[in-house]
């Protein structure tokens, strides 16, 4: 009788309890009978079947009250060694250990799958850990529970076309919750860890983990190995071809650990994460080598982390950055990546976060290179400030590659919006913004936002098409260097340099910015610093003789503390005057107080110097006045010029009756202008603060 049609016999011998792997059993091959153990019957059906029942194998326990790990790895193995998925029933399953997946030599190909459906959280019956905020896994109800505080769920290692799908994945690292949770998210790893687990700069390679691929590449690593699995570092070549899909991994120090074995170049790729989400954890996704190509991200997301990719502190440090990460959710995260100078590109396209406080730093790591491009493309990314939170750090977005943004939003959301300044940093390679709204969605606007490799805007910085707080800030033209223009009362608000600007259908014409920039230097004495940790306020405070150019509300330049890989310190707008009384100015501190520089080291410039960040501005009509020796300053052009000039703004005329650094301390909107100083001299004059000219040739318009 052929082998086929022996199937119902073989049902009906099959035992109903589960195998161990040791049962013998006899069965009719060609008229002989013969001893096989349960494997050899089980490579049977597997040939015929579909996948691998995980309650067919000793141990598993879907009630979470007893340790399912040997079971689950004795299938695990059969699986992968049969080429089938693994199928896993809705439940709980604790486990003590971790199951590891190897592939052959040439790889392996197999899957993992739960059942996928109503969605499941811990209740009484079962006997495991209460977390302190719910589970968050609402699309699967097969939820593996990971016992340990030191070894990652599930690890692959050199395995080729794998597919983990629809379960849910809990760890023990309760600290994220605990400690920051829904409250606010800091730069400080210690708050991410719970006491216990296996995490932190002094463990690159092996940290507590949901899912770790690839980390038994390295012989022995730098921080000893996964405590127990030292004799499974036999491997030497690094995965491919890994799909995980539709995972929610809770409690864990980082989510997925991608290639961080120490290798200098596992030559593992193509990861492509599908509906997956991390939450309450340090790092969402630790790439630790330059290899690890094509990973690719799309939906899904993360929330209550300190940060989402980083290729800056595990392996050996040259995390290759994840090539696409799309549609994806941020939410109550301190950044979204800090990666290094490993080529290769990153493109973040329609993303939405909100309640997270830096985009990152991209393009610049231990071997000092610039990167490659850099994309951000669709989506918002909101910058929020809670109440009870300390200010953002003064720096957005670091990036040392290419970078474009384009048709997107980024700027601060609601509660954020009483912070004036936005610092946008790129390096040498040139910034690219395109139909981008940058600003605040609130009821305060922010600066035209301050974006360049420096103070000085020695980087190329484009912008089409772009609006800041509503109005247009654009430059069409490429040649274009620093920022660009938004029209606002019939003039142009304009920073820092040079540029061609189009004049409605008037033309292109070149603006020159005013005497004194691309700053207003305020002579400085007795800075002080009163630095103090967070919620008490920090200020600072100088002496100036020239105070009378200083006014409430103004925004100051001031050294950054650098981020570990910074080329440079940044001196950019990041502190508020709150008050001017006589000589004395104080100012408030706009950014998080931690990321600010001492005032011993602040001497890049000029030591004892401050500089106000100018709202330069150029009248696109002539703004015709006349001085009379006071600080009043009547408007002789009619009513359609008196809005132009706003309190605030510098003030410089074409007959120089103007003293240098005057500036209006009220009256706009109205025909007289109160200046800060009383002008040199009387007579009709134009007013101006940087100036239009014709391309080729002609007066200042």
Do not use: H
């Amino acid at each position: 009788m052929p082998l086929q049609t022996n199937f119902s016999q073989l049902l009906a011998n099959f035992p109903a309890s589960p195998l161990t792997g040791t049962e013998a059993f006899a069965f009719d091959q060609a008229g002989t009978t013969k001893g096989a153990t349960a494997k050899a019957l089980r490579d049977f059906f597997l040939s015929s079947g579909q996948f691998v029942d995980s309650r067919d194998f000793s141990g598993i326990d879907s009630t979470g009250n007893n340790d399912s790990s040997v079971g689950m790895n004795l299938a695990l193995n059969q699986a992968i060694a049969a080429n089938l998925p693994l199928k896993f029933p809705p439940g709980f399953f604790s486990m003590a250990s971790v199951p590891i997946g190897y592939g052959a030599p040439q790889g392996a190909s197999f899957a993992i799958l739960g059942a996928g459906g109503i969605g499941a959280q811990t209740n009484s019956q079962y006997n495991l850990p209460t977390p302190p905020y719910a589970l968050a896994i609402n699309t699967c109800n097969t939820i593996f529970v990971n016992q340990t505080k030191v070894l990652p769920t599930f690890a692959l290692n050199s395995v080729d076309g794998v597919l983990l799908k629809d379960f849910g994945i809990m760890g023990q690292n309760y600290a994220p919750s605990g400690t920051v949770g829904y409250g606010c998210p800091l730069d400080d790893y210690t708050r991410y860890l719970t006491a216990g687990v296996r995490g932190g700069p002094g463990i690159p390679n092996s940290p507590y983990c949901a899912i770790a691929l690839d980390p038994f590449i390295f012989a022995t690593p730098p921080d000893g190995g996964y405590p127990g699995l030292a004799a499974a570092y036999t491997n030497t070549f690094g995965s491919n071809a890994i799909f995980l899909e539709n995972i929610t991994a809770n409690y864990f120090f980082v989510t997925l650990a991608l290639s961080t074995s120490g290798a200098v170049a596992e030559n593992g790729s193509y990861v492509d994460l599908r509906n997956v989400v991390g939450s309450w954890c340090d790092t969402f996704a630790a790439i630790g080598q330059s290899q690890s190509r094509l990973f690719t991200m799309g939906g899904g997301g993360f929330g209550g982390c300190r940060q989402g990719f980083d290729g800056l502190n595990y392996g050996n440090r040259q995390g290759c950055p994840p090539a696409l990460v799309k549609k994806i959710n941020i939410g109550y995260a301190y950044r979204i990546f800090s990666l290094p100078n490993a080529f290769g590109s990153l493109t973040l396209e329609q993303c939405y976060a909100e309640s997270f406080r830096q985009i990152g730093l991209f393009g610049n790591g231990p071997s000092g290179n610039a990167g490659s491009g850099l994309s951000i493309q669709g989506g918002d990314l909101f910058i929020t400030q809670q109440p009870g939170w300390p200010p953002p750090p003064p720096i957005v977005l670091e990036s040392y590659g290419t970078t474009k943004l384009a048709a997107g939003g980024l700027g601060y959301a609601s509660s954020a919006a009483n912070i004036p300044a936005l610092n946008l940093i790129g390096g040498a390679s040139p910034i690219d913004l395109d139909s981008m709204a940058l600003g605040a969605y609130g009821p305060n606007p922010i600066m035209v936002p301050f974006i360049g490799y420096n103070k000085n805007m020695t980087s190329q910085v484009s912008l089409r098409n772009c609006v800041a707080n509503g109005r247009l800030l654009t430059d069409i033209y490429p040649r274009t260097y620093g920022l660009a223009s938004a029209a606002i009362n019939q003039r142009l608000i304009t920073t820092w340099g040079s540029r061609f600007i189009p004049n409605g259908n008037s033309g292109e014409y070149a603006f020159t910015p005013g005497t004194g920039l691309p700053e207003v230097q305020i002579n400085a004495s007795s800075i002080t610093l009163n630095l103090n940790p967070w919620p008490t306020a920090s200020s600072l405070t100088f002496n100036s003789i020239d105070s009378l150019k200083v006014q409430v509300g103004d925004v100051l330049y001031w050294q950054a503390l650098p981020n570990s890989y910074s080329l440079e310190q940044y001196i950019v707008p990041m502190l508020k005057v709150a008050s001017v009384v006589g000589s004395l100015v104080t100012c408030s501190l706009l950014f998080d107080p931690l990321c600010y520089d001492s005032v011993a080291n602040w001497n890049v410039y000029q030591a004892g110097a401050m500089f106000v960040v100018p709202q330069q501005w150029a009248p696109i009509t002539t703004v015709t006045a006349t001085t009379n020796g006071t600080t009043s300053v009547a408007l002789t052009g009619g009513s359609g010029q008196y809005n132009i000039i706003q309190n605030g703004d510098w003030v410089l005329d074409s007959a120089n009756l103007l003293p240098s650094g005057a500036r209006v301390v009220s009256g706009s909107g109205s025909a007289t202008l109160v200046l800060s100083a009383a002008a040199v001299g009387s007579g009709p004059t134009a007013l101006y603060f940087g100036r239009l000219y014709p391309m080729l040739l002609g007066a200042p318009i």
